[in-house]
């Protein structure tokens, strides 16, 4: 049989801009693109990238059955929310009952994060964490996160392999990181973390860093989050059988950056703005971190989670599968002041 895909999050910043991209993937031959959508609106925006817009009540597992039964989606690219995992039971349900019908192999694609994998979660930092390691399903298992959110986020993972092994359907874990550049969408134009450094910074009139050292994170431009996400994709449909499962996680990253040098970049453009002070970064203290946690609608304690940390994730599967990022992680800083007009103008709209 052939397949049909359904894409989910195509109003936002990865899903959109992958719509966006994804008549010149020139992909293997599949019978069908479905879009998720909330509204009329969204529904006319995905038809011009040629999906076909679909409307599903998450908030009802029998909507989230019929639809992928009537319509035989056999692969699902999710990409919502990260931290819980009641809709993702619900498709892989629906997906494993579509394989005891057609007998056609089916897919779940869950979109995760970066700091599920790093010290806000639990995760080792002593060395490089490669996202091949064939004991990566076990460290999940075994991580505590400080924070009851993060630690949802991790078991969310773990529900969804565990889940989908059991019932015979091909999951993986696809992890964003910091994500930069303009998305290419008909929705949300920018990141999450980027934005985050700006409006804490713009709040404070100064750019401070929440950690000792020096430590480092994964970084992606979001053209390369996103050809990830199609080589993925494409594996998939060329029947090549990509890494699945408990070996089925896939870190969109060309490498790490320390947080020191994304903050002195995005300083130096700040104040060329005159939104701070000064082009200096320095170490936040309690007074600060309440002044940026207000900013960004968040405990104190918890703007560290948003604005640093340590995470040795590091990106191997992708390459396996013929994932050739276009830029290197230094391009981040590189591009930092067109990174800050972005946001800055963003935020002047919303």
């Given at each position: 049989m052939a397949n049909r895909i359904l894409i989910t999050g195509g109003s936002g910043y990865l899903g959109g801009t992958l719509l966006a991209r994804w008549k010149e993937a020139n992909l293997p031959s599949y019978e069908k693109l479905y879009a998720l959508v909330r509204t009329e609106e969204q529904g006319k925006a995905v038809e011009q990238y040629g999906a076909e817009a679909l409307n599903i009540n998450l908030e009802a597992p029998e909507s989230i059955k019929k639809a992928v039964l009537d319509n035989k989606i056999n692969i699902v690219f999710y990409l919502i929310d990260p931290r819980n995992w009641e809709h993702q039971v619900t498709f892989i349900e629906a997906l494993s009952e579509l394989k005891k019908q057609t007998g056609q192999e089916v897919h779940f694609l869950h979109?995760?994060?970066?700091?599920?994998?790093?010290?806000?979660?639990?995760?080792?930092?002593?060395?490089?964490?490669?996202?091949?390691?064939p004991k990566l399903y076990d460290i999940q298992k075994s991580q505590r996160a400080p924070f009851p959110l993060m630690q949802s986020a991790v078991e969310a993972n773990n529900v969804v392999i565990e889940n989908a092994e059991g019932k015979g359907v091909r999951s993986y874990i696809f992890v964003p990181c910091i994500v930069?550049?303009?998305?290419?969408?008909?929705?949300?134009?920018?990141?999450?973390?980027?934005?985050?450094?700006?409006?804490?910074?713009?709040?404070?009139?100064?750019?401070?860093?929440?950690?000792?050292?020096?430590?480092?994170?994964?970084?992606?431009?979001?053209?390369?989050?996103?050809?990830?996400y199609i080589e993925l994709l494409r594996a998939i449909l060329s029947g090549k059988?990509?890494?699945?499962?408990?070996?089925?996680?896939?870190?969109?990253?060309?490498?790490?950056?320390?947080?020191?040098?994304?903050?002195?970049?995005?300083?130096?453009?700040?104040?060329?703005?005159?939104?701070?002070?000064?082009?200096?970064?320095?170490?936040?203290?309690?007074?600060?971190?309440?002044?940026?946690?207000?900013?960004?609608?968040?405990?104190?304690?918890?703007?560290?989670?948003?604005?640093?940390?340590?995470?040795?994730?590091t990106a191997v599967h992708g390459k396996q599968i013929g994932w050739k990022p276009q830029f290197a992680a230094e391009h981040i800083i590189e591009t930092a002041d067109a990174e800050v007009e972005l946001i800055l103008q963003h935020l002047k709209e919303s």
């Amino acid at each position: 049989m052939a397949n049909r895909i359904l894409i989910t999050g195509g109003s936002g910043y990865l899903g959109g801009t992958l719509l966006a991209r994804w008549k010149e993937a020139n992909l293997p031959s599949y019978e069908k693109l479905y879009a998720l959508v909330r509204t009329e609106e969204q529904g006319k925006a995905v038809e011009q990238y040629g999906a076909e817009a679909l409307n599903i009540n998450l908030e009802a597992p029998e909507s989230i059955k019929k639809a992928v039964l009537d319509n035989k989606i056999n692969i699902v690219f999710y990409l919502i929310d990260p931290r819980n995992w009641e809709h993702q039971v619900t498709f892989i349900e629906a997906l494993s009952e579509l394989k005891k019908q057609t007998g056609q192999e089916v897919h779940f694609l869950h979109t995760s994060g970066a700091k599920l994998f790093s010290e806000h979660a639990g995760a080792p930092t002593d060395a490089p964490l490669l996202d091949t390691d064939p004991k990566l399903y076990d460290i999940q298992k075994s991580q505590r996160a400080p924070f009851p959110l993060m630690q949802s986020a991790v078991e969310a993972n773990n529900v969804v392999i565990e889940n989908a092994e059991g019932k015979g359907v091909r999951s993986y874990i696809f992890v964003p990181c910091i994500v930069y550049g303009k998305g290419e969408g008909f929705g949300n134009p920018i990141s999450i973390q980027t934005v985050a450094i700006v409006k804490a910074a713009i709040k404070v009139r100064q750019v401070y860093k929440v950690d000792a050292g020096r430590p480092i994170w994964p970084v992606c431009h979001v053209i390369d989050n996103t050809t990830l996400y199609i080589e993925l994709l494409r594996a998939i449909l060329s029947g090549k059988e990509p890494g699945y499962g408990k070996s089925g996680y896939y870190l969109a990253s060309p490498g790490s950056v320390a947080w020191d040098d994304i903050y002195l970049s995005m300083a130096k453009a700040l104040a060329k703005s005159k939104y701070i002070d000064d082009d200096e970064v320095h170490v936040a203290d309690d007074g600060a971190l309440q002044k940026m946690g207000d900013a960004l609608e968040c405990p104190k304690d918890f703007v560290p989670v948003q604005l640093g940390g340590l995470c040795t994730f590091t990106a191997v599967h992708g390459k396996q599968i013929g994932w050739k990022p276009q830029f290197a992680a230094e391009h981040i800083i590189e591009t930092a002041d067109a990174e800050v007009e972005l946001i800055l103008q963003h935020l002047k709209e919303s």
